[in-house]
């Protein structure tokens, strides 16, 4: 069973800085692709940034003060949130996606950790 736990939210001014960490048990290499994802009470998920194979991919009001990176000596990953805003306010979720078995009969499982809160104060 894989297991995600993300750390490192908090509460920050704007302009400040966070480091969000999503240690998986087990070796990260098996993911074909992590992300991080986050929620506002009442609205849906969205997709904050994602890192596969050779590519990251952010959302557009992320871009330039967010990074996605991983470790896989430590099987985690990380989110660099710089220049925060008040609108970055959020529960922040890992997510990972893993593929099993041949191409033509491909299974996928996806992965979610429990979510980190993260306040921007104006």
């Known amino acids: 069973q894989v297991q995600l736990e993300e750390s490192g939210g908090g509460l920050v001014q704007s302009g400040g800085s966070l480091r969000l960490s999503c240690a998986a048990s087990?070796?990260?290499?098996?993911?074909?692709?992590m992300g991080w994802y986050r929620q506002v009470s009442g609205k849906e998920r969205e997709l904050v940034a994602v890192i596969s194979r050779g590519s990251t991919n952010y959302a557009d009001s992320v871009k330039g003060r967010f990074a996605i990176s991983r470790d896989f000596a430590k099987n985690t990953m990380y989110l660099q949130m710089d220049n925060l805003k008040a609108e970055d306010t959020a529960v922040y979720f890992c997510h990972a996606q893993r593929e099993v078995g041949p191409v033509e009969g491909v299974r996928t499982f996806e992965y979610w950790g429990q979510g980190t809160q993260v306040t921007v104060s104006s």
């Open positions: 087990g070796n990260i290499f098996r993911f074909k692709s």
